[in-house]
């Protein structure tokens, strides 16, 4: 087991905010890899329609994973929802109980690994 903790996050974006979610989506990729050296991948892709968004992000651990998800509340979860809707959130890796139970609201799919590697 790598300790990884990684999720895709899938989003719609609210119609009439897409300059919003850029401008969003630059600031919180700043200051992630600024001030996250435990974010490993911090990936945003949009659909060709502009519609929807996926977000991959994969910490090295949990503590980097809470760390993460206590500067987005903090910081981000206010604009975050003004902007885009969670549509699925799928986790992966070797989350802590603390991980699952911080993200429980958002409903993730927890998926167990049952077989490959991580480098």
């Known amino acids: 087991m790598s300790g ?3 999720w895709i996050l899938a989003v ?3 119609p ?3 300059d919003n979610f850029i401008d969003l989506m630059t600031e919180m990729v700043a200051a992630t890899k600024a001030d996250e050296p435990g974010a490993l991948n911090y ?6 329609d502009k519609k929807s968004c996926h977000i991959f992000e994969r910490y090295a ?4 994973t809470l ?6 509340g903090t910081k ?3 604009r975050f929802m003004g902007v885009l809707i ?6 992966y890796g070797d989350p802590t109980e603390t991980v699952v139970n911080t993200i429980s609201a958002m409903q993730p799919v927890v998926m167990e690994r049952v077989g490959g590697f991580s480098r």
């Open 16 to 18: 009439g905010e897409y």
């Open 43 to 48: 990936e945003w892709s949009v659909s060709a």
């Open 67 to 72: 760390t993460h998800m206590k500067n987005f």
């Open 12 to 14: 719609e974006i609210k």
């Open 86 to 91: 969670p549509k699925s959130f799928t986790l």
């Open 4 to 6: 990884h903790v990684y």
């Open 61 to 64: 651990d949990s503590d980097a």
């Open 76 to 78: 981000f979860a206010k």
